[in-house]
DNA sequence: ATTAAATCGTGATTTTTTTCTTGATTTAGT
DNA sequence: ACTAAATCAAGAAAAAAATCACGATTTAAT
């Protein structure tokens, strides 16, 4: 783990690993790479580099273990690494991701949401609570949390990101469109929905 | 448009487009390259090889027109063609994503949601009503939507895409982990979620 | 006017990523 | 046993992306 994987090599893994789910649920053992590189439309040699990185060599003829793969993949990304998160603004698209039970197949586990709403205070989801924002700093050091899911509107998120960074908060996923200012210690994830979206609606939609 | 952006670009574009968008709030109406590097930790060439792709020509010591950039990047990325998509799963996460108002200013237009849950259907999410799957066909080409946002789940994702694709549906952006099986007419997009959080998770999250 | 600093534009360089190629190996079929 | 086809492995080549470097330009300061 921590080999420094390229995004986009840890990208094409969960893709990897998605298919290894499918082919364990449908009983199938072994897995070749042309097969995987034709359902994702990529070169099969790409498939076994990548596959090299894991340290899982395959077998001329028959493919690769498809338990062993999914395996080393959930080794390498740290999928048993629990690594706990709270999600600040309780929005539609908090609550959603609060909801979203997958997260904890990655090994990401929220703890708890915040809001600024009293209305939305102590409403439980998902067996998380819901506290007010103020109740932050001091949830983060007695847990420990290093890591903040934002979702928050666009207006807040600064000032919001900067509550979160002297609270101690050391990772932001950042789902707000804001390009957030941070000092060095802080590491900034942008997921930017609509980023890879626009290339791919507009590349031939016209 | 249609300059065949690589995904990465893109992805920076619309970074670039939300500080421009932070800029003029703030009335602020220029910005240079060192600027823009330095805020999103990248270096300043890129950002203007990235201008240099919309035509947009900077002034020395001075740099760009915030309010220039901020228009040819929605023209490049086609912000104001207007993209129709149905939501197909009303689930959280298609709920919220029906409720994310951003999606408009990107062009992108949620016309409808779909569900096959009978308790679901006709409420209205944010104007916009849930129908059964079944009307989806219809709708598709009474209304010549060509996108489906999908957000099944896991064990549903591949056969409900079947439906879609036979509706024709062309091009499909998945937020389901299933790695689905389509034929080469049709364009899926992965939104991966947790496969670049993981890579930003686990990189010095030991 | 002169100088210094900031910035753009762009060609060269380096690094990273992907694809291509070839040889070795394994399996299945004859 | 022999042959053919599929597959892996790994190095070479190509392509793509990022960084570097430097001349030209503009502004501000002296």
Redesign the interface.
């Known amino acids: 783990?921590?080999k420094?994987?390229?995004?986009k090599v840890?990208?094409?893994?969960?893709?990897y690993h998605?298919?290894m789910?499918?082919y364990i649920e449908a009983g199938i053992e072994t897995i070749s790479s042309p097969q995987i590189a034709q359902?994702?439309g990529i070169d099969d040699s790409q498939v076994r580099k990548d596959f090299k990185l894991l340290n899982n060599a395959g077998k001329c003829r028959v493919g690769y273990m498809v338990k062993e793969l999914k395996d080393s993949i959930e080794k390498t990304?740290?999928?048993s690494?629990t690594?706990d998160a709270f999600i600040v603004g309780s929005g539609?698209?908090g609550?959603?991701l609060a909801?979203?039970d997958?997260?904890n197949s990655?090994g990401?586990n929220i703890l708890a949401l915040f809001d600024n709403d009293p209305q939305k205070i102590d409403i439980q989801v998902n067996n998380k609570q819901i506290f007010h924002i103020s109740k932050l700093p001091n949830l983060v050091q007695r847990l420990g949390v290093?890591?903040a899911i934002l979702t928050v509107p666009?207006q807040a998120a600064q000032q919001v990101a900067d509550f979160l960074i002297e609270s101690n908060i050391k990772?932001i996923?950042n789902f707000t469109?804001?390009?957030l200012?941070v000092p060095p210690t802080v590491?900034v994830?942008?997921?930017?929905?609509?980023?890879?979206?626009?290339?791919?609606?507009?590349?031939?939609?016209?």
Chains 1, 2 share one sequence.
């Not at 420094?4 to 995004?7: L, Q, S, V, Y």
């Not at 840890?10 to 893709?15: D, Q």
């Not at 609509?194 to 507009?202: D, I, N, P, V, Y």
């Open positions: 783990m921590s420094n994987i390229p995004e840890s990208n094409r893994l969960t893709l998605s298919i789910v499918e359902r994702l990304l740290g999928f690494k690594k539609h698209l609550l959603a909801k979203y997958s997260f990655y990401l290093e890591i666009r990772y996923w469109p804001a390009v200012k590491k994830w942008n997921e930017n929905l609509m980023g890879s979206f626009l290339q791919f609606a507009c590349k031939d939609i016209e």
